[in-house]
């Protein structure tokens, strides 16, 4: 039986996520997957690090309070949070990277996947920063380290939409796609709808665990932006940069804008897009659509996101589900770990 010694990195919602997940789906994994997990650290920049190579109880993780130096309170944790040792050092076969997706330049996350890459060890991260900005050069860094970065939660959460489209949808041509792929922007815009202000409807993401440390990056479209170009490298051959992407978010719509879109039938969507032209070019943008309610994309609401990939074998495809939640994201990781496994297992 394969056991994954795994590093946590970051352990906000997503990783503590992840650990719940352990400590609740452990035992089933092993018959389910052929797989267990054991966590061997955790690194926080908020609450310290900790490491144990027999392994932690995901479930005394789980209840850490959420207080400036907590894993000092545990045997053996300390306040300050040694991000190297825990990767380089604990034993661990995999890391899981989820700290704050800088939209800048990807940092710090993108080196904390160059250590773990470098030293022989498996990636799995929902961070968008590293994938949207340095995909090429990490995806290398594997290569050459002969073991895997993966990505799935980057985009649309634990909803599989990346190894869909790259392994089932491989072979029909992918021309372009659009998509919500923001689930903050669209539960502001659905709960607008429902009669909250644009600030209250913000904070709701944000108890939610669906916002981004800041949310103006969910609300301005920087976050959409990520993900189109993380899409469009991955599924249309695309070298695009996060600057030949034209953005703009929601945070100009109105109580007014939303109550006559209702009115007229229709809904205001955040919408990310991407497509190939017969030349091959790739144009990419982010933009606030006012949508008729017969298009395919204008029922769905809450955190829920959508995306239609346009193919020349098949036309339209559409896949739905959840774009944001701790939860659904964790999950993502567990996908990754499978995808691992299917490869590097046994
Ligand atoms: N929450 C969601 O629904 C989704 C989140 N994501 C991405 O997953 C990642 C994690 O998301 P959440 O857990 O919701 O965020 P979060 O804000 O709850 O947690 C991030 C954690 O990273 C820690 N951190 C920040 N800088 C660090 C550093 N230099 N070293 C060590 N730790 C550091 C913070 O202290 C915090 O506890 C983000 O990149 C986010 O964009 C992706 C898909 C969905
Ligand atoms: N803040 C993001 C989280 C997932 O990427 C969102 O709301 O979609």
Redesign the pocket.
């Known amino acids: 039986m394969t056991e994954y010694k795994i590093a946590l990195v970051g352990f906000g919602g997503v990783n503590r996520g992840f650990a719940q997940l352990v400590a609740d789906h452990n035992a089933e994994w092993k018959v389910a997957l052929g797989f267990s997990v054991r966590i061997v650290g955790v690194t926080d920049l908020f609450l310290g690090s900790i490491v144990d190579k027999d392994g932690l109880d995901a479930k005394q993780l789980v209840a850490l309070p959420t207080e400036k130096g907590a894993f000092a309170q545990l045997p053996g944790g300390n306040a300050e949070a040694f991000n190297e040792t825990v990767i380089k050092h604990s034993g661990a076969d995999i890391i899981a990277e989820a700290t704050f997706t800088n939209p800048v330049d990807g940092e710090p996350a993108t080196t904390f996947c160059r250590w773990a890459l470098e030293s022989g060890i498996h990636v799995v991260t929902?961070n968008?920063g590293p994938v949207a900005l340095h995909g090429a050069e990490l995806k290398a860094l594997a290569r050459r380290n002969n073991v895997a970065f993966e990505y799935e939660g980057?985009v649309m959460?634990g909803t599989p939409v990346i190894r869909l489209a790259r392994q089932a949808l491989a072979g029909s041509n992918i021309l372009g796609f659009e998509g919500i792929?923001?689930?903050?922007?669209n539960?502001v815009l659905t709960q607008m709808k429902n009669g909250l202000t644009f600030n209250e409807a913000v904070t709701q993401?944000q108890q939610l665990g669906?916002?981004?440390a800041d949310p103006s990056?969910?609300v301005e479209g920087f976050?959409v932006r990520l993900?189109v170009v993380i899409l469009a490298n991955e599924l249309l051959d695309a070298r695009l940069n996060v600057s030949d992407v034209t953005c703009s978010g929601i945070s100009n719509i109105t109580a007014q804008d939303i109550a006559q879109a209702t009115a007229d039938g229709a809904s205001w969507k955040l919408i990310g897009c991407a497509e190939r032209d017969v030349q091959g070019s790739v144009r990419a943008s982010v933009e606030a659509r006012l949508l008729p309610g017969t298009h395919p994309l204008a029922g769905i609401g809450g955190?829920i996101?959508a995306v239609s990939f346009h193919s020349e074998l098949l036309g339209a495809v559409t896949v739905s589900g959840p774009?944001?939640g701790r939860i659904e994201?964790a999950f993502a990781l567990l996908s990754d770990i499978v995808a691992i496994h299917t490869v590097y297992g046994k």
């Open positions: 929902t968008k980057a959460s792929l923001n689930g903050t922007s539960y993401a669906y916002a981004e990056a969910d976050d993900k955190a996101n774009g944001a994201t």
